[in-house]
């Protein structure tokens, strides 16, 4: 479901993937060729969302902020993870059930663990894991797995989109 409020209205790259199931509402942008999986929420209610290109917004994902809240391109949002506030940069991966709180300052490729809770500042090519966070250096596998984190999300999303199983969003469609 894609809704306004408050006279602001979700924009979304008309490459997406919406799926049916996914709540989508206020001031959000959306990137190109980003998909947004089921029971996905992105709730744009105190501030400002945006979500770059080629992001992977996973089953029962959350997206919420008190003021602002931006994730660059390439960022894989895996099940269940939270993102409150803050900021994401390019080729992140936020493992299942992980928590960036809204001080959270993530930089380009970072690996963020299962279960993992981020406050605070994220140096890029670092591993975070663990209650709370610790930071760690990347491992070469980790680093490779971060070169392109999204890119079986976005050929998935193009699939869903093709088979008629996105959600209708064409009001809401940012230009191409």
């Not at 079986?152 to 959600?167: D, H, I, T």
């Amino acid at each position: 479901m894609i809704r306004p409020l408050d006279g602001k209205s979700p924009r979304i790259h008309p490459s997406a993937f919406i799926s049916e199931t996914a709540y989508i509402v206020g001031d959000v942008t959306i990137g190109e060729n980003t998909s947004v999986w089921p029971g996905a929420v992105i709730r744009a209610d105190y501030g400002d969302i945006i979500i770059g290109k080629n992001c992977s917004i996973q089953d029962n994902a959350v997206l919420h902020t008190d003021d602002h809240l931006e994730l660059g391109d390439n960022v894989l949002l895996t099940h269940g993870a939270v993102v409150h506030g803050g900021k994401v940069g390019n080729n992140v991966l936020i493992g299942v059930n992980a928590v960036v709180l809204e001080d959270g300052d993530v930089g380009d490729h970072v690996f963020i663990g299962a279960g993992a809770i981020v406050r605070g500042k994220i140096p890029a090519n670092s591993l975070v894991i663990g209650v709370p966070g610790q930071i760690r250096p990347l491992s070469e596998k980790q680093a490779e797995r971060l070169k392109d984190p999204t890119a079986r999300y976005v050929k998935n999303g193009k699939r869903f989109n093709e088979q008629g199983l996105g959600q209708d969003f064409t009001e809401f469609q940012a230009g191409s």
